[in-house]
């Protein structure tokens, strides 16, 4: 969320190069983020212009891994998941 963390736009895009899929087939018909590279830009200045600010964002998204995604929390996620797949 932007209370936790500074996200950059982009969009979900499929992997479409054969080269890099004839040597990483596991990757075929996933898909990855490709940032927008403008908004980046924006943002790293803005951090580096808000250095304070960018430390309580961090700050926060640490808090909330560290709560959010416990090895117990994460397990139990996992295992739920895998039950609502396979039964």
């Not at 899929?21 to 996933?30: G, I, R």
């Not at 580096?48 to 994460?74: L, P, R, W, Y």
Request: glycine content about 4%; hydrophobic content about 35%.
């Amino acid at each position: 969320s932007d209370d936790n963390s500074i996200l950059v736009d982009g969009k979900m895009i499929s992997i479409d190069n054969t080269e890099f899929l004839t040597m990483q087939p596991q990757y075929t018909h996933q898909k990855w983020f490709d940032i927008n590279h403008d908004h980046l830009v924006l943002l790293m200045k803005w951090v580096f212009n808000n250095k304070e600010d960018a430390k309580i964002i961090g700050k926060k998204g640490q808090d909330t891994i560290k709560s959010d995604f416990t090895i117990q929390k994460v397990t139990k996620t996992m295992v739920d998941r895998i039950r609502e797949i396979y039964g």
